[in-house]
């Protein structure tokens, strides 16, 4: 069965700090992986997706996400850190079927000025 | 961002009683959707549609039924709500399946079962 992991439950960055929070995928095929960020109060809004092809994509906000096949990874990346991107973060992949994805529990962060 | 409103926003009820949460969207799009989401469990799929009348159970479907009569519109009843459903539920859609399109979120309704 698909599933997906994230390691981390919280995470503190310095403001101004680079950032990388951790998504491991159990999958059969190549998987469709994505980043979501939620907001307190708010719902998911994407922030990169990862289909085919090149392993390193960028996304909104200047968050980028490698894919790593060989360890099963889709890790998110973000050189420098704003107050603004405090909150949590969600990593998901495509169920087999492809009708829904499936949601790691999320990582939260906090940024510290 | 996409045309998705959930109502109500909030709503606290009593164990035992039935509860209708909507799900109304503008982008005509095919697929919708139902997650619950808990601390530490992060979102799990309740139910989700595939079309008008069009529907299927997701991975915590018990307890909850959904009826999909319109393309707009998505309804989550709680038959008998109870204090296990105190959750925070998202509606999503897409334009297709396989992840051609990502999911789009609502804003949330919270519910309370005391």
């Known amino acids: 069965a698909q599933s997906v992991t994230q390691p981390d439950i919280h995470i503190t960055v310095s403001e101004g700090a680079s950032l990388e929070l951790r998504c491991n995928y159990s999958y059969g095929a190549t998987p469709y992986l994505f980043w979501y960020v939620q907001s307190p109060g708010q719902g998911l809004q994407l922030l990169l997706k990862?289909?085919?092809?090149?392993?390193l994509v960028q996304g909104i906000k200047g968050f980028e996400a490698e894919f790593k096949r060989s360890q099963s990874s889709f890790n998110l990346r973000k050189p420098s850190v704003h107050w603004s991107d405090a909150a949590e973060y969600f990593c998901a992949v495509g169920n087999q079927a492809g009708t829904a994805l499936i949601f790691g529990k999320g990582t939260t962060l906090s940024v510290s000025s | 961002d996409a045309g998705i409103t959930q109502s109500p926003r909030h709503k606290v009820t009593e164990t035992g009683t039935p509860v209708t949460l909507r799900c109304h969207q503008t982008e005509n799009h095919r697929y919708m959707y139902w997650y619950r989401q808990d601390p530490g469990h992060g979102l799990r799929l309740i139910h989700y549609?595939?079309?008008?009348?069009?529907?299927d159970k997701g991975e915590v479907s018990d307890g909850y039924s959904v009826s999909r009569s319109k393309t707009e519109d998505f309804l989550l009843t709680l038959e008998s709500a109870t204090s296990s459903q105190t959750s925070v539920y998202f509606c999503a859609i897409s334009e297709s399946s396989g992840f051609g399109s990502p999911l789009h979120f609502g804003n949330g309704t919270r519910l309370t079962v005391t």
């Open positions: 549609s595939y079309g008008v009348k069009d529907t």
């Open positions: 990862y289909f085919s092809g090149d392993t």
